[in-house]
């Protein structure tokens, strides 16, 4: 039987001896995916309303320049501290809802911008391959203390944003693993990160800024809490312990199940279980967009074809994405019915969709209002939508997608990714340094030293 102390260790171990030849052609394959499509949903966040405001504050406050300001701010051509590029970074990969999912939920918005952050406080040069491998360990520790918690429902259903709450500990490993702190080290910067965990849902009933902070101070919180281990600061070695102030205790309750922390360890790597998004809008409402854009591809038919649609829903998502309300993009982003109306009025539930002007549409407000929702109490909270559309002619037509496109089980292929980095680094960089960000993804574990890719993300040439 193993106690939570030996849980901690055996985290640090995974973390400190991981290297690229332990992990499955497939799981290298996944993470470089993962890798480019959170540096394009970051480049594309540059220029978000939070990221802009963000940056006011931090200009203000940190050295833009300098020994101490080495770590660039994607596609700003901005310097900051490791910390602060981890918190900017990460709230821009998260800022247009873009990121991927199904890891601690918002795995790569955490992740990825703490180990590129760790990268610039290295003291000798990270390999493309050390950087890689840091990633999917990240992923791996992020993802396994959510499942810790119960699981991502009962864990959210408490109120808890778990890209908030658990994504401190994957952050922490990946800049962990870049530092090449050692296995005692490790474990004191996993169990700080526990006491920087935080972020509450309250942001879902007017759509606030905060959601996309939490990714940013996640990732901040792991490179702090590592850069703290390596200064020789220690962390709660009871962190998963079932004692008063423990982590599973204080945030999961009554659904922690601390076994899940080890369970298939070094075997089964979580990141193959993350889903890329192909639309612009929470996870939870994929499938119902798959589902209707099904449907009218099937009997070909259009916005004015459409005579209602029924989405029955279980109670989980329709707290979650339930809404209405459009005013902001952050509130559109949560809402089901604007992702279907999307899909329907405009042909698709991209980025573009989700622009104020195409939020003000009456031709969208129409579709919306054509929309019901019905609460189904049988249906678990894994269990997908179900849409039925009905025509002016009295057609009805009844769809489920239980494996929406980008999901784990129907994942983006190669060029699908590419394609979709394409479009959201252009937003911030000129063709050519998105071509050379891309290609040096490609060959990561060929990179001999990683300053190599955030030289490229920082670089900003556009006139």
Known sequence: MTTATDDLAALAH????????????????????HLLDTLGAALAGAGSAETTALLRMLTATEPTAGPGAEASVWGTGLALSPRGAALVNGVSAHALELDDAGGCDHSGAVVVPAALAAVTAASAPVSGADLLTAVVVG???????????????????????????????????AAAAVLRLDPDRTAHALALAGSFSGGIWAFVHDGAMSKRLHAGRAAEAGVTAALLAAHGVTGPAQVFADVWGGFLRTFAPTSAEPAALTAGLGREWRISRCSLKPYASCRSTHSAVDAVGAVLGVHSLSADDVAGIHVRLNPAVHSMCGGTDVATLAAAQLS???????????????????????????????????????????????????????????????????????????PLDGPAVRAKFDGLAARALPPEQAEAVADAVQRIEGLADARTLVTLLGRQNRR
């Open 139 to 173: 992923y791996d520790v992020a993802r396994r203390v959510l499942e810790a918690c119960g699981g991502y429902w009962p864990h959210n259903e408490e109120g808890w944003h778990s890209t908030g709450t658990c994504g401190p500990f994957g952050a922490a490993a």
């Open 14 to 33: 995974l973390t400190t001896a991981t290297r690229i030849g332990d992990l499955p052609e497939a799981v290298v394959s996944k993470a470089r995916h």
């Open 336 to 410: 089901l019915p604007y992702a279907v109306a999307a899909r329907v009025a405009l042909g698709g539930a991209g980025l573009d969709a989700y622009g104020e002007e195409n939020r003000r549409s009456p031709r969208v407000r129409s579709v919306l209002e054509r929309i019901v929702l019905e609460v189904d109490p049988a249906m678990d909270a894994d269990t997908e939508p179900v849409v039925t559309v009905t025509t002016r002619t009295g057609a009805t037509y009844e769809q489920q997608v239980a494996d929406p496109l980008g999901s784990a089980t129907n």
